[in-house]
């Protein structure tokens, strides 16, 4: 069974603080997703990394893709309480057996 | 373009009773697939349907059922309600020919509380 393990559980942060979260497994994914979801709604895909070693920007957002393809980082700069929500990593197991392996999340509060 | 519409967006029903949830997804898309999310397991992959066929199923018990339709609609259905469904259920559609770009597209999900 392959799992990925979020961390922390629970940030909680000022304005303008930067953060980094953590994504890791001890599986080798295809691809790996990052989502955003808001209460009451459901996720919203921020970013899809393929290539070990990527490292993709997304305005003050900076995802990387490990090397070997089993863990990832997402590391937002100078946090705006827009930025609030649970993220949530997920992993693609590619080939006939596709299905998205997620994470628990990490519900980050931004404080104004 | 509509995104994925799920309905009801909330439910109520009691243990023993069954339930049908509804997905429809991005007009052209023809993967379906449904999670189950709770604050203590988080996002739990269900099933995924493709043009009309089951695909690939989690690991839930067979009271947890699904289909597809010709249209792409799907719906879900939980027979013999257990306390432990109360979930967010969400479905998501994409184009299903599993590339790393084949973006699934969240609905904003169907609340169920089993009381």
């Known amino acids: 069974t392959q799992l990925l393990e979020q961390s922390p559980q629970f940030l909680s942060i000022q304005e303008g603080e930067n953060l980094t979260v953590y994504c890791n497994s001890s599986s080798v994914f295809s691809s790996l997703q990052w989502y955003r979801q808001e209460p009451g709604e459901g996720p919203v895909l921020l970013v899809t990394v393929v290539t070990g070693g990527e490292v993709k920007k997304l305005k003050r957002l900076t995802f990387q893709f490990g090397d070997a393809r089993k863990d990832s980082s997402l590391h937002i700069t100078a946090a705006q309480p827009g930025d609030t929500g649970l993220y949530l990593c997920?992993?693609?197991?590619?080939?006939?057996?596709?299905?998205?392996?997620f994470g628990k999340g990490t519900l980050l509060t931004v404080n104004p | 373009k509509a995104g994925v519409t799920q309905t009801p967006r909330y439910l109520i029903k009691t243990r023993g009773q069954q339930v049908t949830l509804s997905c429809s997804p991005i007009s052209g898309h023809r993967s379906v697939s449904w999670y189950q999310q709770t604050p203590g397991q988080g996002l739990q992959f269900l099933f995924e349907y493709f043009s009309e066929t089951q695909r690939n199923k989690g690991n839930f018990p067979g009271r947890f059922s699904g289909r597809q339709f010709s249209n792409s609609r799907s719906e879900m259905n939980v027979s013999t309600l257990e306390l432990g469904d109360s979930a967010l259920y969400l479905c998501a559609s994409s184009w299903g020919d599993r590339g790393p770009t084949d973006t699934q597209y969240f609905g904003p999900g169907t609340r169920l509380t089993v009381l």
């Open positions: 997920a992993g693609d197991s590619g080939g006939s057996n596709y299905k998205l392996t």
